[in-house]
């Protein structure tokens, strides 16, 4: 039996690096330039991690879920969107295979993964397990590993320029007020708030650093 995190943090690794280095090949070595799919799915793993037993969901169903839920999402891809939750889930189980899992979690596993997808809700998602995915996801989206993530992604799109980095953050500024008025658990909200404050200050201080010439600070 091959211990359950090892076999999805393998799974995944090989399909995002190979990713990753397709979209905007290699450094040094073999290593891809950035490995965004890796990185995000590490942040929402430890997202998952701490927010399972504050919101009583089952702790190995959500860091399952969170470890595969976009191990078949590739990048720059027009149908991800739509499809990548759903092929996702229909690999849970041949991932799982011959790993300590326990197989009468992998519907849940499934569930959470197949819900996972969207910034902004209408209804608090159920089962509890479903919805710790959904904020544990939408959480990472936030706050300062974000920055980290998006930054160093950036330049696999287009060329790079601080105030494209600046008009593109205070758009996603929006959105994350949409996200943290979304979470489904109390903990989620409490946190999403709390990175949105922090996105906030550094995003006001980008422009502020950003303004020719530098705007004074307010006292
Ligand atoms: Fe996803
Ligand atoms: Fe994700």
Same mark, same amino acid.
């Given at each position: 039996?091959?211990?359950?995190?090892?076999?999805?943090?393998?799974?995944?690794?090989?399909?995002?690096?190979?990713?990753?280095?397709?979209?905007?090949?290699?450094?040094? !070595?073999?290593?891809?330039?950035?490995?965004?799919?890796?990185?995000?799915?590490?942040? /929402?793993?430890?997202?998952?991690?701490?927010?399972?037993?504050?919101?009583?969901?089952?702790?190995?169903?959500?860091?399952?879920?969170?470890?595969? +839920?976009?191990?078949?999402?590739?990048?720059?891809?027009?149908?991800?969107?739509?499809? +990548?939750?759903?092929?996702?889930?229909?690999? /849970?189980? !041949?991932?799982?295979?011959?790993?300590?899992?326990?197989?009468?979690?992998?519907?849940?596993?499934? +569930?959470?993964?197949? +819900?996972?997808?969207?910034?902004?809700?209408?209804?608090?998602?159920?089962?509890?397990?479903?919805?710790?995915?959904?904020? $544990?996801?939408?959480?990472?989206?936030? !706050?300062?590993?974000?920055?980290?993530?998006?930054?160093?992604?950036?330049?696999?799109?287009? $060329?790079?320029?601080?105030? !494209?980095?600046?008009?593109?953050?205070?758009?996603?500024?929006?959105?994350?007020?949409?996200?943290?008025?979304?979470?489904?658990?109390? $903990?989620?909200?409490?946190?999403?708030?709390?990175?949105?404050?922090?996105?906030?200050?550094?995003?006001?201080?980008?422009?502020?650093?950003?303004?020719?010439?530098?705007?004074?600070?307010?006292?």
């Amino acid at each position: 039996m091959i211990p359950w995190r090892e076999r999805c943090e393998e799974a995944l690794g090989a399909q995002t690096r190979a990713d990753a280095i397709r979209f905007w090949g290699a450094s040094r !070595g073999s290593r891809p330039i950035f490995d965004y799919r890796f990185e995000h799915t590490l942040a /929402v793993v430890k997202i998952a991690k701490w927010l399972a037993p504050l919101a009583g969901a089952d702790p190995e169903t959500v860091e399952c879920a969170a470890w595969l +839920h976009d191990c078949r999402k590739v990048l720059n891809d027009p149908r991800a969107r739509d499809h +990548h939750a759903q092929e996702a889930s229909d690999a /849970v189980a !041949g991932i799982l295979a011959d790993t300590d899992f326990p197989p009468g979690k992998i519907p849940a596993v499934r +569930h959470a993964i197949e +819900h996972h997808v969207g910034l902004k809700l209408t209804r608090r998602l159920e089962p509890v397990e479903t919805a710790c995915l959904w904020d $544990a996801d939408k959480l990472s989206k936030l !706050g300062a590993a974000s920055l980290v993530h998006y930054n160093c992604i950036s330049g696999a799109f287009d $060329a790079v320029e601080t105030s !494209g980095i600046l008009a593109r953050g205070q758009h996603w500024l929006g959105l994350a007020q949409g996200i943290a008025g979304s979470m489904n658990t109390e $903990a989620g909200r409490a946190e999403a708030l709390r990175r949105l404050a922090f996105l906030e200050a550094y995003y006001e201080q980008l422009r502020r650093e950003w303004s020719d010439p530098m705007e004074p600070s307010t006292p």
